[in-house]
């Protein structure tokens, strides 16, 4: 299993920006999958789930109606939407299989 997470870095709060997961390494378009984000001496945090053919989504409180996950089974890529950014969004952020089962991280950092 292979799971490679771009697309982070600096934006002032407001901005915007989109994270991509790359998967390889298993049958991508049989899963669920995560967006789980771990802030500097906090926990690990899962903020959004979609279900293996895209069509339930499930966000955390902290995250909805600015976040948005989407996923295409064709490319086995996962993505997540991030808009109205702010501080306390600054994190890295993780594509996850499951328990467990996550990528190397992209660093997202709200403010200046």
């Known amino acids: 299993v292979q799971l490679v997470e771009s697309g982070g870095g600096v934006v002032q709060p407001g901005g915007s920006l989109r994270l991509t997961c790359a998967a390889s390494?298993?049958?991508?378009?049989?899963?669920?999958l995560s967006w789980v984000r771990q802030a500097p001496g906090r926990r690990l945090e899962a903020i959004a789930h979609?279900?293996?053919?895209?069509?339930?989504?499930m966000y955390a409180d902290s995250v909805k109606g600015r976040f948005t996950i989407s996923r295409d089974n064709a490319k086995a890529m996962m993505y997540l939407q991030m808009d109205n950014l702010k501080s306390d969004d600054t994190a890295m952020y993780y594509c996850?299989?499951?328990?467990?089962?996550r990528g190397q991280g992209t660093q997202v950092t709200v403010g200046s």
């Open positions: 996850s299989k499951g328990p467990g089962v």
């Open positions: 979609i279900n293996a053919d895209g069509g339930s989504k």
């Open positions: 390494g298993f049958t991508f378009s049989q899963y669920t």
